[in-house]
C-alpha cells in the first residue's frame, strides 16, 4: 500500500491550501477517508472524515473553513483549506479504513496513513 500525499506548504493567516492523498496498493471506492492533524507534544485530532458516496461529516472548529472531497476514479482525496488561522498550523494526515466501515474521527478505525505533510499559517 502507497499513500502519496501533497500539498502542504506555508500560507499566510485568511488564506488558502489544498492537500491531497492519493492511495495505490488498495481499494479506494469502498473505504470512508479522514483526514487528522497533529502538533508537537499533542495527541493526533481527526477533524474530517467522507464515505465513499461523499457523505462527510468535520469538526466544530472547521466547519465552514475546509471541504473534504475525493475522486475515487483517480483514488485521491482531497481537503480544501480556506480562511486558514495560526491555529491551523500542524502536520496533516489522511487516512483509510477498512471497507465497509462508517464515518469516523478516531484514529484507531484507521488501518492506512498517508505520511504527512506540515501546514504552517503565519499570522
Known amino acids: 500500500v502507497q499513500v502519496a500525499e501533497s500539498g502542504g506548504g506555508l500560507a499566510q493567516a485568511g488564506g488558502s491550501l489544498r492537500l491531497s492523498c492519493t492511495f495505490s496498493?488498495?481499494?479506494?471506492?469502498?473505504?470512508?477517508m479522514a483526514w487528522f492533524r497533529q502538533v508537537p507534544g499533542n495527541e493526533r485530532e481527526g477533524f474530517s472524515s467522507?464515505?465513499?458516496?461523499?457523505?462527510?461529516i468535520y469538526g466544530n472548529s472547521m466547519k465552514g473553513r475546509f471541504t473534504v472531497s475525493r475522486d475515487n476514479a483517480k483514488r485521491t482525496l482531497y481537503l480544501q483549506m480556506d480562511s486558514l488561522i495560526p491555529g491551523d498550523t500542524a502536520m496533516y494526515y489522511c487516512?483509510?479504513?477498512?471497507?465497509?466501515?462508517?464515518?469516523?474521527?478516531?484514529?484507531?478505525?484507521?488501518?492506512?496513513w498517508g505520511q504527512g505533510t506540515q501546514v504552517t499559517v503565519s499570522s
Open positions: 487516512a483509510a479504513r477498512r471497507p465497509g466501515l462508517g464515518l469516523s474521527i478516531l484514529a484507531d478505525g484507521y488501518n492506512y
Open positions: 467522507i464515505t465513499p458516496g461523499g457523505k462527510s
Open positions: 496498493g488498495l481499494t479506494f471506492d469502498d473505504r470512508t
